[in-house]
C-alpha cells in the first residue's frame, strides 16, 4: 500500500484524498487550520457556487482560465468532468441546482458542501486527518517525501501540494503552497490578486457608494485595452466591485504590479447602441420640456448618477429639459458609453477571491505530477491557473484535485 500525504485539506485536497483512498491506498490530510475546508462556507456568498454548466464547452473554457497553466485545464477537466463532479456530489447528498449557468447546492447553503465532504472523508477508514499542523518543509530524501512541519515529520511515498495561494490570507492561505513548490526548485510564476475590487481615483467614490447596475467594463492602458466585460456593477466608498468588475480586475492587477497606470472605462447603457440612447434622451426631454434637467433625467438615470454626469458635461441642472442642445446630449451619451477612471489600486489579497500565480504550467503533466520531481504532485490555486467568477475557480479545485489523487495512488511508487 501506498503512503500518500495531502498537504491541505481545502476544496482540492478534500478531492484529492478521496480519489486516493477510492483506490485503497493509506492517505493523510495535512491541515494548518483547526477545521477542513474553511473557505467552502464563505464561497458564492455563502451560496458555494461550485461549477458551471458552460464548462467543457471548448471556446468559453479557453476564455474563463488565465495563468500559464490555463491549457492544463481541458485534459484535466475531461478525466473529471461536470457530469463526474454532479454525480460525485450526489453521492455524499449534495444536489445541485443552476441559476442561469451558475451550479450550487440545491439548498444554496455552502456550509452544506463542507459538512458533506468533511463526513465523507472523517467516515472513510483510508484516510487519516491532521489538524493544526501548518507544513513548514518538503523534501525528497533517499527515495521518501519527508514532510516537516513544526513538531511532527511524516513520510510519504507521494504528496500532493494542494495548500493553495495567497487570496484571502484569513482562511489559511498566505502563499505557503507557492512557497513550498519554490524553495523545492519548481518554477513559480508571480502571485497577484485576481476576482477583486478596485480603487478609483474619483471624486465620486463616496456620493456614489453603494449603487449597484449593470454595466460592461474594459480595462486598459494608453487605449490599448486587455479584457471586458458585461455584467452586475457596484460603486463602493473607494472604488468599484461587483462581478463585472471581478472578471477584469486580474488585468488591472497585473498592470498595477508593473508600475503601468491602468483605467477602468464604464458603457452604463450597453444594451443601447450611442445613437439609440441619444434618441432616448432626447425624446423623454421634450416630452417633460418644462422640467429642471435633474427632474427631466429622474426616469433615465439613477438619481446618484444625474448630478455626476451633469458635472462632468458641464451642464447647469437648473436648465429646463427642452433647453438642450443635441451637442450637449451627445456630450452625456459619450460620458454615458465611455466613462473612464484611473485605477489606484486594488482591495488586496485579503478582499481577493483567487491568486493569479502559482506553479508555472511547464512543470507539470496533464497528471498533475511534477515533471521533475516523481511523486510530487500538485492541484487546485496552487499552480498558476485562475478562472472567471462563475463556479470556474471550484471546479479547478475539484477536477485537478480528483485526478491528482486517481494518479497518485496509481502510479507505481
Ligand atoms: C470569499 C471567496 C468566495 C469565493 N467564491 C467562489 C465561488 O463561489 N465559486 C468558485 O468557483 N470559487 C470561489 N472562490 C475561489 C475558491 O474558493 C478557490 O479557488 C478554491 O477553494 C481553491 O481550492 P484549493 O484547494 O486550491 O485551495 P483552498 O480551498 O484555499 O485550500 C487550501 C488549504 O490549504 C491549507 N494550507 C495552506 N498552507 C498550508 C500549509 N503550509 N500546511 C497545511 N495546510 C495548509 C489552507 O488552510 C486551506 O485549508 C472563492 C474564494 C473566496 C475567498
Not at 451558475?102 to 484516510?127: C, F, G, K, M, T
Request: hydrophobic share 40%; charged share 25%.
Amino acid at each position: 500500500m501506498k503512503r500518500i500525504g495531502i498537504i491541505g485539506g481545502g476544496a482540492s485536497g478534500l478531492l484529492a484524498a478521496i480519489a486516493a483512498a477510492e483506490q485503497g491506498q493509506s492517505v493523510t490530510i495535512l491541515e494548518r487550520n483547526d477545521r477542513l475546508g474553511r473557505k467552502i462556507p464563505a464561497t458564492g456568498n455563502g451560496r458555494c457556487n461550485l461549477s458551471n454548466r458552460t464548462l467543457g464547452k471548448k471556446p468559453v473554457t479557453d476564455e474563463a482560465y488565465h495563468g500559464s497553466a490555463k491549457t492544463l485545464f481541458l485534459p484535466v477537466f475531461q478525466q473529471f468532468d461536470l457530469d463526474r463532479t454532479l454525480d460525485f456530489f450526489q453521492s455524499i447528498g449534495i444536489p445541485v441546482r443552476s441559476e442561469g449557468d451558475r451550479l450550487y447546492p440545491y439548498n444554496l447553503q455552502a456550509a452544506s458542501v463542507i459538512d458533506a465532504l468533511r463526513y465523507r472523508v472523517e467516515h472513510d477508514s483510508w484516510i487519516e486527518i491532521c489538524l493544526q499542523q501548518q507544513v513548514l518543509k518538503l523534501s525528497f530524501e533517499k527515495g521518501k517525501w519527508q514532510v516537516r512541519m513544526k513538531d511532527m515529520k511524516r513520510t510519504f511515498d507521494a504528496v500532493i501540494l494542494t495548500a493553495g495561494g495567497k487570496a484571502a490570507p484569513q482562511l489559511g492561505t498566505d502563499g505557503v503552497g507557492p512557497a513550498l513548490a519554490s524553495a523545492l526548485g519548481l518554477r513559480v510564476t508571480s502571485l497577484s490578486p485576481a476576482l477583486v475590487k478596485l480603487k478609483l481615483d474619483s471624486p465620486y467614490n463616496k456620493r456614489l457608494s453603494g449603487l449597484r447596475m449593470d454595466a460592461c467594463v474594459r480595462i486598459g492602458v494608453k487605449g490599448n485595452w486587455l479584457r471586458s466585460y458585461m455584467d452586475e456593477i457596484i460603486f463602493t466608498d473607494d472604488g468599484i466591485s461587483g462581478s463585472a468588475v471581478f472578471q477584469v480586475s486580474q488585468a488591472a492587477t497585473t498592470l498595477l504590479q508593473k508600475k503601468k497606470q491602468p483605467v477602468i472605462e464604464l458603457d452604463l447603457y450597453p444594451e443601447l447602441e450611442a445613437e439609440a440612447l441619444f434618441s432616448m434622451i432626447r425624446q423623454i426631454l421634450d416630452r417633460v420640456a418644462e422640467k429642471p434637467l435633474e427632474e427631466g433625467l429622474n426616469g433615465i438615470l439613477h438619481k446618484k448618477l444625474i448630478p455626476v454626469l451633469l458635472k462632468e458635461t458641464g451642464i447647469g441642472k437648473d436648465r429646463t429639459s427642452s433647453s438642450l442642445k443635441d451637442r450637449e446630449i451627445r456630450a452625456m451619451v459619450q460620458f454615458l458609453k465611455n466613462w473612464t477612471l484611473p485605477i489606484t489600486g486594488h482591495g488586496g489579497f485579503q478582499n481577493a477571491q483567487v491568486t493569479s500565480g502559482g506553479i508555472h504550467g511547464s512543470e507539470i503533466g496533464t497528471d498533475l505530477q511534477s515533471k521533475r520531481f516523481p511523486g510530487l504532485y500538485a492541484a487546485g490555486e496552487v499552480i498558476d491557473i485562475d478562472g472567471d467568477c462563475g463556479g470556474f475557480n471550484l471546479q479547478w479545485a475539484f477536477s485537478s484535485g480528483y485526478v491528482a489523487g486517481t494518479h497518485a495512488a496509481q502510479e507505481k511508487g
